[in-house]
């Protein structure tokens, strides 16, 4: 399927006055399914409506080999935009939960939000070194949202993990090499520096901002 094709289903609602034929050909119903296919795709991405005659004269614009009205390339950006905007309004509660929590959360006493916005209330001072961005560490850990729910926890599995300081989420890249051996924070990792649009998995949705207690065990040679 071509991005020119797909690029015209961002119009309004899909008209209830195109006739309905009944599906006798292989072609038919081949052409049928991979309609339903698309449309329930991009219905379950979020669009509620499309401009079926517009798509439909795609289709033969392409298979005509006649001048589409737009290159590949618009085709990619327009898609990207519109998707990226309609992905954002159906999270903007989550979004609005995150920067509310955050604006709150860094009047607190004791809490430091940096440049990039990660916050950080340090619960016990380290006496080692520090970790380069290179360097491999070990880490104790718990993670929950922002309603408390463990996510993902190396205290509650009882084992420390390693990895190295550039191999994991933008926040704790720019936390780790703040700490120092032996200190434990509170990480508030905005969702732009944990795992942004997409999320992770199943149990971390998109737009979530999260919070880590991290212990810096070691910097492993």
């Given at each position: 399927?071509?991005?020119?094709?797909?690029?015209?289903?961002?119009?309004?609602?899909?008209?209830?006055?195109?006739?309905?034929?009944e599906?006798?050909?292989?072609?038919?119903?081949?052409?049928?399914?991979?309609?339903?296919?698309?449309?329930?795709?991009?219905?379950?991405?979020?669009?509620?409506?499309?401009?079926?005659?517009?798509?439909?004269?795609?289709?033969?614009?392409?298979?005509?080999?006649?001048?589409?009205?737009?290159?590949?390339?618009?085709?990619?950006?327009?898609?990207?935009?519109?998707?990226?905007?309609?992905?954002?309004?159906?999270?903007?509660?989550?979004?609005?939960?995150?920067?509310?929590?955050?604006?709150?959360?860094?009047?607190?006493?004791?809490?430091?939000?940096t440049?990039?916005?990660?916050?950080?209330?340090?619960?016990?001072?380290?006496?080692?070194?520090?970790?380069?961005?290179?360097?491999?560490?070990?880490?104790?850990?718990?993670?929950?949202?922002?309603?408390?729910?463990v996510?993902?926890?190396s205290?509650?599995?009882?084992?420390?993990?390693?990895?190295?300081?550039?191999?994991?989420?933008?926040?704790?890249?720019?936390?780790?090499?703040?700490?120092?051996?032996?200190?434990?924070?509170?990480?508030?990792?905005?969702?732009?520096?944990?795992?942004?649009?997409?999320?992770?998995?199943?149990?971390?949705?998109?737009?979530?901002?999260?919070?880590?207690?991290?212990?810096?065990?070691?910097?492993?040679?």
């Open positions: 399927m071509t991005l020119a094709v797909l690029t015209v289903m961002m119009s309004c609602k899909v008209s209830d006055k195109m006739e309905k034929k599906l006798t050909t292989e072609l038919e119903k081949v052409s049928y399914s991979l309609g339903v296919n698309v449309a329930r795709y991009y219905q379950n991405e979020g669009m509620d409506s499309m401009d079926a005659s517009a798509f439909s004269q795609a289709i033969s614009d392409v298979f005509a080999k006649d001048s589409v009205k737009v290159s590949d390339e618009e085709a990619q950006t327009i898609l990207r935009t519109f998707f990226e905007a309609l992905k954002s309004k159906k999270h903007e509660g989550k979004v609005k939960e995150g920067t509310d929590f955050l604006a709150a959360n860094g009047k607190k006493e004791g809490v430091i939000t440049a990039s916005g990660l916050q950080y209330e340090v619960l016990v001072e380290g006496t080692g070194e520090m970790p380069k961005l290179t360097d491999k560490v070990k880490t104790h850990y718990h993670g929950t949202k922002l309603d408390g729910t996510f993902d926890s205290v509650q599995r009882g084992e420390p993990i390693s990895f190295p300081v550039n191999g994991v989420i933008a926040g704790w890249t720019e936390a780790l090499q703040l700490m120092k051996v032996g200190a434990k924070w509170r990480l508030f990792i905005p969702y732009n520096l944990a795992y942004g649009e997409r999320g992770a998995g199943q149990q971390i949705g998109p737009f979530e901002t999260l919070i880590f207690e991290v212990e810096l065990l070691d910097i492993e040679k």
